[in-house]
C-alpha cells in the first residue's frame, strides 16, 4: 500500500508527528555531498526530513552516520558465486539498496535458461 500523501506532507511540515526520529546523527546530504549533524525524520517508511520533528519512537544516533542507500552501478552478480537473492541479502547488510547486474556472464554460459534463472530469483 502506498503511503497517503497528505499524510505525509503533514507530517514533513510539524502538522502531525513523524513514526521514527532518528536524533543526533550524522546525516550525509546527496545535494551538497556535506556531512550535517541532526535529526532525520521518518513517516510510514518515507524520510521527511532533517530538522526539528515529533516521533512516537526517538533514537539517540550519537557518533552515528546516516546514508541513503548505495547504487552499485556495474555488477556481475554471476562472478560472486552467490544466486541473485543471497547476493542482495548480503549486499545490503553494507548499505547497497540498489544494483544494476549485467548477467552477460550466466547468458554466455547458460543462455536463455541462464537468463530466466537469474530473473525469477
Same mark, same amino acid.
Request: with cysteine.
Given at each position: ?11 514533513? #511540515?510539524?502538522?502531525?508527528?513523524? @513514526? *521514527? +526520529? ?13 556531512? @550535517?549533524?541532526?535529526? $532525520? ?5 518515507? +524520510? ?5 520533528? &515529533?516521533?512516537?519512537?526517538? +533514537? ?9 542507500? $548505495? =547504487? @552499485?552501478?556495474?555488477?556481475?552478480? &554471476?562472478?560472486? *558465486? $552467490? =544466486?541473485?537473492? &543471497?547476493?542482495? #541479502? ?9 544494483? =544494476?547486474?549485467?548477467?552477460? &556472464?550466466?547468458a554466455? +554460459? ?6 530466466e534463472?537469474? $530473473?525469477?530469483?
Amino acid at each position: 500500500m502506498e503511503p497517503d500523501k497528505k499524510t505525509l506532507i503533514a507530517a514533513a #511540515r510539524g502538522q502531525v508527528p513523524a @513514526d *521514527l +526520529v532518528i536524533a543526533n546523527a550524522t546525516i550525509f546530504n546527496p545535494f551538497t555531498c556535506a556531512w @550535517d549533524k541532526g535529526d $532525520l525524520a521518518i513517516k510510514d517508511g518515507i +524520510v521527511l526530513g532533517m530538522g526539528s520533528y &515529533e516521533a512516537a519512537i526517538r +533514537v539517540d544516533a550519537t557518533g552515528k552516520y546516516v546514508i541513503p542507500g $548505495l =547504487i @552499485d552501478s556495474h555488477v556481475h552478480i &554471476e562472478s560472486s *558465486l $552467490l =544466486i541473485p537473492t &543471497e547476493y542482495a #541479502r548480503l549486499v545490503a547488510r553494507h548499505g547497497t539498496s540498489t544494483v =544494476i547486474a549485467d548477467p552477460h &556472464e550466466i547468458a554466455n +554460459v547458460a543462455g536463455a535458461g541462464g537468463l530466466e534463472f537469474m $530473473l525469477g530469483q
